[in-house]
């Protein structure tokens, strides 16, 4: 089984910067991903982690530590419509499903 | 682009209803996915399927069914509504691939769903 935890909620103001933490427990890991959600949209994929390191995809990045079974995803310059809610998602070695944290709503304000 | 289209984006039911959530993808994916998603709890697999007539249950199965008659299509069926199952319903496809492992989830705008 898997245990993902990331914050409930987050603020944050326009143009800094927002570091959104998830940390998981799982049996077998085969990779982490990061889904952004506006409200009443269905989710759709920022970012995939399968090594440690930090990927980056303009302004947003996505860091991986397995060894501490700890993700983080780093928006930068931040902007009104990235108010929404980001879910991070482990997918296990054995079958190919994913298993979704609780998600993080982060509101951005001028 | 990847489309998966839910063919309800609002269902009203009443309690003891059969519900039949319908799910399709045009993009040639092998496998679809039945998830929930409440306040608090994020989103939970409720079925999955590889290929056609082929399904496994995920973490939260009961009181659902699914069926997969055809690759493009993915059904997710309530025997029997209950309060307790008014949800968002998302439905979800992915490729397999020699790399499949990074082959992210592509979702439908969801059905939200209430039950009477």
């Known amino acids: 089984g898997q245990n993902i935890d990331q914050p409930t909620e987050m603020t944050a103001t326009e143009g800094a910067i927002v570091q959104i933490n998830c940390t998981y427990q799982t049996s077998g890991f085969n990779g982490l991903f990061w889904y952004q959600q506006h409200a009443g949209e269905a989710p759709t994929f920022l970012s995939y982690n399968v090594l440690d390191g930090l990927e980056e995809k303009g302004r947003f990045s996505s860091f991986l530590s397995r060894s501490k079974g700890y993700s983080y995803l780093l928006l930068k310059e931040l902007q009104m419509k990235d108010s929404a809610s980001y879910l991070c998602a482990v997918r296990e070695t054995a079958g190919n499903m994913l298993t979704f944290g609780g998600g993080t709503r982060l509101m951005v304000k001028p | 682009d990847v489309k998966v289209t839910q063919s309800s984006r609002y269902l009203v039911k009443r309690t003891g209803e059969k519900v039949f959530l319908e799910c399709v993808q045009d993009m040639d994916h092998e496998n679809m996915f039945w998830y929930r998603q409440d306040p608090g709890l994020g989103l939970r697999l409720i079925y999955f399927?590889?290929?056609?007539?082929?399904?496994e249950k995920g973490d939260i199965p009961e009181g659902y069914s699914v069926s997969r008659e055809k690759k493009e299509r993915f059904s997710l069926i309530l025997e029997s509504a209950s309060t307790n199952q008014t949800s968002m319903y998302l439905c979800a496809s992915s490729l397999v691939s020699g790399d499949a492992y990074n082959s992210p989830l592509h979702f439908g705008n969801g059905t939200r769903l209430t039950v009477t």
């Open positions: 399927s590889y290929d056609v007539k082929m399904k």
